[in-house]
């Protein structure tokens, strides 16, 4: 299969491709999916791959929210009539 030149040289091909990325992912995802507030705080001391990686743990965080208000959603749209 021929990949064009541009899409080769494109940075979605480093996303997520480190262990420490992923866990700051699925820690911020964690935290965003549950409606108490956050663990790791910005200023508050963390842990080593949300200090290098705090992109992915906001995204993460996004996520999660965005799950949550969907699954909020769709219970009160099939559940309480």
Not at 4 to 30: C, D, M, S
Not at 50 to 67: D, H, I, N, P, V
Request: with cysteine.
């Amino acid at each position: 299969m021929h990949i064009p030149q541009t899409l080769k040289n494109n940075r979605i091909r480093t996303l997520f491709n480190t262990p420490e990325e992923r866990h700051a992912f699925v820690i911020g995802f964690g935290e965003g999916s549950n409606p108490l507030p956050a663990k790791y705080l910005p200023w508050a001391d963390q842990l080593d791959c949300l200090k290098s990686e705090y992109q992915y743990y906001s995204f993460g965080r996004g996520c999660g929210l965005a799950t949550l208000l969907i699954l909020i959603a769709w219970l009160i749209k099939f559940c309480v009539r």
